[in-house]
């Protein structure tokens, strides 16, 4: 199958697909973390190019709920609707399999509630991550591997995180700054067994 993996610069859902033989592409406006098949640009230019199956992630800045205190603000300068304009774009793309990702956010009521809600723990990985999918002609994924949630983190407001997400380390084992670029890609990054499991499971 040609395959678009929209908003995606780690590579990981693309070359899980590559993998088993699909001519996968992920597409983002940053380059390609790791060497693959990466078209860098809008992803509106080539939403229209004969694609077999789209696996979006659309950006949540302006749709997720962790975002409300926010969103009067948001409203009135014409951000969240570009967030809910483009989120239909990739919705009603022409393309006949369709899996949008989101996290728990505003598009659950402005669309439609989504068609399952996915955790990490689920597919292998200690970690907490309310993931929301929007299937079309897909089927929903089934859990391969049931593991603990993992560890959580109290913040001095009282606020509970998951633990990878409040703490995380670089690559180089030390732990990032607040807000760094760095942060913001790994809390964005597909988990590797999410990927696997579209891929061998979306195959079919």
């Not at 669309?111 to 897909?138: D, M, R, S, V």
């Not at 509970?160 to 942060?183: F, Q, R």
Request: aromatic share 10%; with cysteine; charged share 20%.
């Amino acid at each position: 199958m040609k395959i678009l993996v929209a908003c995606e610069f780690s590579g990981t859902v693309r070359e899980a697909f590559a993998k088993l033989g699909h001519d996968a592409w992920s597409c983002d406006i940053e380059p390609t973390d790791i060497p693959g098949q990466h078209y860098q640009g809008d992803v509106l230019d080539i939403l229209a190019d004969g694609w077999d199956m789209l696996i979006a992630f659309p950006p949540c800045t302006h749709l997720a709920v962790s975002g409300a205190k926010h969103f009067e603000q948001k409203r009135k300068d014409g951000r969240q609707q570009q967030g809910i304009d483009f989120f239909m774009q990739m919705i009603n793309a022409p393309i006949n399999k369709i899996s949008i990702e989101n996290p728990v956010g505003i598009m659950s009521s402005l669309y439609q509630k989504p068609t399952q809600i996915i955790q990490p723990w689920q597919f292998g990985h200690e970690a907490q991550k309310t993931t929301c999918l929007w299937l079309k002609n897909l089927p929903p994924l089934q859990h391969t591997n049931i593991v603990s949630k993992g560890d959580f983190y109290l913040t001095p407001t009282g606020k509970k995180m998951p633990a990878w997400m409040s703490d995380p380390v670089g690559a180089n084992g030390k732990k990032l700054a607040y807000g760094s670029t760095e942060i913001k890609k790994i809390r964005n990054k597909t988990f590797q067994g999410i990927a696997d499991a579209m891929a061998k499971q979306w195959s079919i």
